[in-house]
């Protein structure tokens, strides 16, 4: 790194020599979401993940020459309900463009995108860090298909190409240049996959690539109104990478500018690995897309009525949920926040506490059995499949004392892996309390008998020792004992 | 009248009538194309095998009472660069010189359905680019009237197809003239239907906003019979229309009194032929001495139109041609080094100088920093245009122009100079541009025994009106007869 004063002291202040200057980090995301339809967004075919190679292709979305693009609705009905849930203005009149760039994966060597008047606009979120609420503009929402996959097979030194994905729909998400540091960008992520997720709109999942963030980042020093030159990072594929990818590229950035020299706009790729970046090679970022309208597809024009149905059929989204769960409920805020992490849990938990009619049980075991086992198991939240009734039957077994509260727990773990009708399955493994008075007393007698010393000191006034006798008592009863009958039972007889 | 004179219309009564079979009708066109392909060389892919198979079914399914229609039987040719699924589709072009679709344009299935007999594939200018058939890949078609000129293009092949008697009908297609230019060329009858009339789905693009098919036949009737064959709403084309009034062939008698005709001053005036002017003129006073109003105007607009809708065709062809890069199917570079080589060379050896051109032109008016100058302002002349026709038909029922300044060009005369041959679809583009329909009907020969077409131009979905006029006029022309039967004279 140069000294200061090497770049000529006409340039650098007094002030700025006398330490590191401030810099400050000005951050845009753009958001690729694949939206979970059914079908891609200009053909029939199927948009299931992880079939065997171009199973899942047409004339359409190979790019035949003749076949034209038809606009799946839906993709039209999803971005819609993300844009009105990101506050966003709605472009009544929108069109598809062609972005024209020659790349394999691409079998028309253009992607249908949307440039000129895309569906969504101006639009904000707001995230919530540790310094506070903040908004984050959001500059448009548009409308596009996604690319194939090219698989290089180093061995047989070939590159193969698969057109399953050709044509899955995307949407883009464009915020402003309002994030500064990487806990907004993972607090404005996480809020954007909450709503998108709430909506049904698609399962964003950075791993499998249902989520893709391209983060565009500059410096300036602190105070500065003008922005500094960016670069955009592409290739994150966690909420870790993009942490590490910003600290990274903030760093390189500053370095160039303490050393004189400049940033270039360029297009870097993260590798996560190694915790550096490369700019990607001029070709794989020709800026020169020559987009003009597709002249394939209409205009899509959006009408009151059916913007107004979509309005209609928004879901209550994470946040209304979490403070209905706390007014109506009486859950902490804590347990609402929790619990609403996953709108599948939410409605899991919601379910459930309808059925037992007992919210705050339906939490505790939701909060406690049920993520310790999501973590056991190392499942996803999504994926956990048990019945909510067979939960609330649980409790409500607990409830009557037909089971022990240890015994509804080994239960449950059949619901959680196997979804097992809880009722039956107590049933067939004789999991029920014993009700049988004999059998109960003969056991009674065979605790007191082998604990004179506890029996002696409850007998003297110490009430606490009770707890260890009931234990005991469990203990030779397997759990299939009520603890409290146990309990009054044993006092009775202590007392004869 | 022997069977290769008989007009799809009649030929179609006469197999329903069982006065003549499917395949003796098939086996007499194959016949005639053994004695005309020499000299013609309109089609690119003809399986003998295939036509006969499929006139023994078509007749089956006559006989079984399954095709009704009054096409049911009639051999007919296809442009090839509409897709036939299992059939070798080239576009003319090196670069698709091996591809087979595994899917059917939806005009030909709809064709199909009516019981249409498939002869072969037509050779026609590369990708459509082109207004002679000469940039063909595979081998220049002749004029049948004289096999020193050129048929026109780029439906060169459809058109020199049927007046050869090599095909009863054809389909082409016509993005700035393509089946009206060749249609006045050839001495036959052609139709543009209104944009959105007849899917594109199937039809290889080349100016995907400006593309249409439609038929070729050997009268007005017999391509009012096709159109209302292949015209359909289609689910797989955005762009297709769904229109109740698609029964062409209705109410096609009818005279020409009182309807107004207007005839642009501009189509009149420079760099039209006097040969052309003439006949032209000829047509319009026949059709003033039957009642018919008719009336020379300013359209306006008419110098715009050739860079206009080169800058529009131009750009869409440019990615429209994007997919051939030799990766998934057609034509690759023997010898590359890496991707971007291989494109290059793919590219480069696949395509012909024509396609290259408007690749290129195509590009580069769409590339940033040109394209408001060049592409925008083209749209903006094109909304213009249309504006000028609009005008236009507030006064008059149908517009009058010839089909083309001059007739055919020799062979080899035209793509010295590109730009001139440009400005031979002067008469046509505008049409492309505004959507309108327009038809093309023989009207006369110069003095080298070339015919002359004339153009009837309609307002957007008023196909019957010109159809009508189209018949009207026929009649008052008296028997056309076409080049094959001349020749036998």
Redesign the interface.
């Known amino acids: 790194m140069k000294k200061c004063g090497e770049n000529g002291g006409l340039l650098l202040s007094a002030r700025r020599c006398n330490g590191m200057k401030q810099y400050e980090t000005v951050i845009g995301l753009e958001v690729h979401v694949e939206l979970a339809t059914k079908t891609k967004i200009f053909c029939g075919c199927s948009t299931k993940f992880g079939a065997r190679p171009n199973t899942q292709t047409c ?1 359409i979305c ?10 799946n609705k839906r993709v039209v009905e999803l971005a819609l309900a993300v844009g009105l849930a990101a506050n966003c203005q709605i472009n009544r009149y929108c069109k598809f463009d ?1 972005k ?1 760039y ?1 790349y ?1 994966d691409n ?4 992607q249908i995108s949307q440039l000129y008047l895309p569906i969504c606009h101006d639009g904000w979120l707001e995230i919530e860090t540790e310094a506070g609420k903040k908004k984050i503009g959001i500059h448009e929402i548009h409308m596009e298909e996604d690319a194939g996959k090219l698989v290089h097979d180093e061995w047989e030194d070939c590159s193969l ?1 698969d057109y399953n994905r050709s044509g899955v729909p995307l949407i883009e998400i464009v915020s402003e240049p309002d994030m500064r540091n990487a806990e907004e960008v993972i607090a404005y992520l996480e809020k954007l996959r909450h709503i998108i997720q709430y909506l049904g709109a698609s399962d964003c999942k950075l791993q499998e690539g249902s989520m893709r963030a391209d983060v565009n980042l500059s410096v300036r020093e602190m105070g500065s109104s003008s922005f500094g030159t960016r670069t955009e990072m592409k290739n994150l594929n966690s909420f870790k990478a993009i942490a590490r990818a910003i600290a990274g590229e903030r760093e390189r950035q500053i370095e160039l500018l303490e050393e004189g020299r400049a940033v270039i706009q360029e297009t870097r790729r993260w590798d996560d690995n190694k915790e550096t970046s490369r700019a990607m090679r001029s ?1 794989e970022d020709a ?2 897309y ?3 309208p597709d ?4 205009p899509v024009s959006i009408s009151e009525k059916w913007l107004e149905e979509i309005r209609a059929a928004q879901p209550e989204l994470r946040e209304a949920r979490a403070l209905r769960y706390q007014r109506a409920y009486g859950l902490s805020a804590y347990d609402a926040d929790v619990i609403t992490e996953s709108r599948h849990m939410a409605e899991l938990f919601e379910e459930t506490a309808a059925l037992c009619k007992s919210p705050k049980k339906a939490a505790n075991w939701i909060m406690g059995e049920t993520f310790r086992l999501i973590k056991e198991r190392n499942v996803e939240p999504e994926k956990v499949f048990f019945t909510p009734g067979h939960l609330a039957s649980l409790i409500l077994e607990v409830e009557k004392g037909s089971i022990s509260n240890q015994t509804a727990k080994e239960v449950f773990e059949k619901v959680f892996d196997e979804d097992v009708e809880p009722l039956a399955y107590i049933q067939a493994h004789g999991l029920q309390t014993v009700e049988d008075a004999d059998l109960l007393g003969e056991v009674l007698d065979k605790v007191i008998a082998a604990n004179e010393k506890a029996v002696e000191e409850f007998r003297s006034g110490k009430e606490k020792v009770l707890g260890f006798l009931v234990g005991q008592v469990m203990k030779e009863m397997r759990g299939k004992a009520n603890a409290g009958k146990v309990g009054e039972l044993l006092r009775e007889k202590l007392r004869q | 009248m022997r069977l290769l004179s008989l007009s799809a219309v009649e030929l179609g009564d006469k197999i329903r009538k069982k006065e003549i079979g499917v395949e003796e009708a098939a086996r007499a066109y194959l016949q005639q194309m053994k004695k005309q392909e020499p000299k013609v060389a309109a089609y690119l892919t003809v399986e003998e095998e295939g036509v006969l198979a499929r006139a023994r079914e078509v007749q089956k399914g006559i006989d079984e009472g399954r095709y009704t229609s009054p096409l049911a039987g009639v051999p007919v040719a296809v442009k090839d ?3 036939i699924e299992g059939v070798r ?1 080239t ?1 003319a072009s090196r670069i ?1 010189e091996n ?1 087979v ?3 059917t ?1 939806t005009a030909y299935e709809n064709l199909e359905r009516a019981g249409a007999v498939l002869l072969g594939k037509t050779n026609m200018d590369e990708f459509a680019m082109g207004s002679t058939t000469e940039t063909s890949a595979f081998g220049i078609t002749k004029n049948p009237w004289n096999p020193a000129y050129v048929p026109g293009g780029s439906s060169g092949g459809s058109c020199a197809a049927v007046a050869a008697g090599e095909a009863c009908a054809a389909l082409g297609s016509d993005t700035g003239g393509s089946i009206r230019q060749p249609a006045g060329y050839c001495g036959v009858t052609g139709i543009k239907p209104t944009y959105g009339t007849v899917s ?6 080349y ?3 400006l593309d249409q098919i439609g038929p070729i036949g050997k009268d007005v009737r017999d391509c009012a019979a096709l159109l209302e064959a292949i015209a359909s709403h289609d ?5 297709s229309m769904a229109r109740q009034d698609t029964d062409f062939t209705k109410g096609l008698a009818g005279d020409m009194k009182a309807l107004r005709i207007g005839v642009p001053e501009e189509y009149l005036g420079e760099g039209i032929s006097p040969e052309v002017k003439a006949a032209v003129e000829k047509a319009l006073e026949t059709m003033r001495e039957n009642g018919a109003a008719v009336e020379v105007f300013p359209l306006g607009m008419v110098d715009y139109v050739i860079p206009a809708y080169y800058i529009i065709a131009a ?2 062809a ?2 429209n041609l ?4 030799g ?3 057609g034509y690759r570079a023997a010898e590359y080094e890496g ?2 080589d291989m ?1 290059r060379r793919s590219r480069s050896e696949g395509f012909g100088e024509e396609v290259k051109r408007r690749i290129m032109l195509g ?1 580069f008016v ?3 920093g040109y ?1 408001d100058a060049y ?1 925008l302002k083209a749209l903006r002349v094109k909304a213009l245009i249309k504006r000028a026709f609009d005008r236009a038909f507030k006064k008059y029922d149908v517009l009058l122009a010839p089909s083309a300044p001059t007739t055919a060009p020799r062979i080899g005369e035209s793509l010295k100079d590109p730009l001139q041959m440009y400005l031979g679809d002067i008469y046509t583009v505008a049409v492309n541009l505004a959507g309108l329909p327009g038809i093309t009907v023989p009207c006369g020969l110069d003095e080298k025994g070339l015919p002359v077409g004339l153009q009837f131009i309609g307002d957007c979905f008023q196909e019957k009106k010109i159809l009508q006029a189209a018949c009207a006029y026929e009649e008052m022309r008296g028997k056309w007869r076409l080049a094959f039967e001349r020749e036998e004279v």
């Open positions: 004339p190979t790019g035949m020459p003749g076949a034209l693009p038809i606009l062609r024209n020659f394999p079998p028309q060597n253009y190409v070709k800026k020169d020559r987009y003009f002249p394939d597809l209409l | 660069n509409i897709c589709t576009c698709l591809f679709p595994t899917y344009a594109r789905f199937g039809l290889v693009a100016g995907s906003s689910p797989k084309d955005s762009t750009a869409e440019s990615s994007e997919r051939f890069d990766v998934k199917y991707l971007h494109y590009s769409l590339s940033s394209y592409y």
